[in-house]
Structure formats: C-alpha cells, structure tokens
C-alpha cells in the first residue's frame, strides 16, 4: 500500500506482543544519514517502547543500502538476535541504479529470512526524491522505522508462538 494512504507510524500498540525476552538487531546504512537516523531513531524507540531492553538492541552501521544483506548476516552470526531490521534509503536519481540496489537487497533479505527461519525486516525507503523520504522518515507519513520495529516484533512474536526452530532449509548460511 502507497504510505501516502497510511501512515507509516500508525498501528494499533493495544495488539502488540510484549518484546522483552526478544533480542533484535538494527542494521543501518550510512548513506543518506540525515533519513536512515531518522527512521532508526523511530526503530529503536518503538522497540523500546514495546518492551525491549537497550542491551538486547544490537546496531550496525554499513556504508550503504547494498551493503545491508552482509551487514545483516555478520550481525545474525555474531549475536543472534530474534529478528534482524535493516534500515537505508535509496532515491530514486537520474539513473536506474536504484532498481538494482532495492532487488538485491530485498532478494539478499529474503533468502536470509527463508533459509534461516529468522525474519529479516526490509526497512528501506525506495522514494523518488529527498522530499519523499522526508516525509516517509518522520514527516506527514510517518516514519518507516517505526513500521520495520512493529513487523520484526511481530514476526518475532509469530516465531515464539509457532515454536518454529532455525531448521535451514537446503544448506545453512550461518
């Protein structure tokens, strides 16, 4: 659904799972710092407000959005968290370099997610221009983050209740 249907902060907190016995990570790119602080500020502070503890808050910073599969992968092979959020932004520009760089990310998080059992959580703005992602990192749509903390909540949530195990399937990247 387009965010300038919903915003991307607003969700019902009354159905949300308590986070505290979850561990998360946050992996966030340091290209356009001035959005992907800003949706990690919503990210944390949501985690933390469903309960999480700041020790159980492990963050990351990579250098760009293509770098947030490995730098999700590093962070899940050396803490272990419940669910793993990655946080970037990439605008759109003149060239289409943007379509690579969001498939491959995506496509990385995905497999990450299926071969694991762990939810990997795409926090990643794909706006067209600067005033998008402004307004999609806290301003009149919200804050992405804020959405990517409730979905890896939830999708932790969703793992305890099911009592799925990490069983990779095919081989374990981990």
Wanted: proline share 5%.
């Amino acid at each position: 659904m387009a965010s300038s249907l919903k915003n991307l902060s607003a969700y019902n907190d009354q159905n949300m799972p308590d986070a505290s016995k979850y561990s998360f990570g946050i992996v966030v790119s340091d290209w356009n710092t001035e959005i992907t602080h800003a949706l990690y500020e919503g990210c944390y502070d949501t985690l933390i407000k469903h309960g999480a503890k700041p020790e159980d808050i492990h963050t990351l910073q990579v250098p760009g959005t293509f770098e947030l599969p490995t730098g999700a992968r590093i962070l899940a092979q050396s803490k272990n968290p419940t669910a793993v959020i990655c946080i970037g932004c990439v605008i759109k520009g003149e060239t289409s370099h943007n379509e690579y760089i969001n498939h491959s990310v995506a496509q990385g998080l995905v497999n990450m997610s299926a071969f694991t059992s762990k939810p990997f959580i795409f926090g990643v703005l794909t706006p067209n221009d600067m005033q998008q992602a402004l307004d999609r990192a806290g301003g009149k749509y919200g804050n992405k983050g804020v959405e990517a903390a409730v979905t890896a909540i939830r999708m932790a949530a969703l793992k305890d209740e099911l009592k799925v195990t990490g069983t990779p399937i095919g081989f374990n990247p981990f």
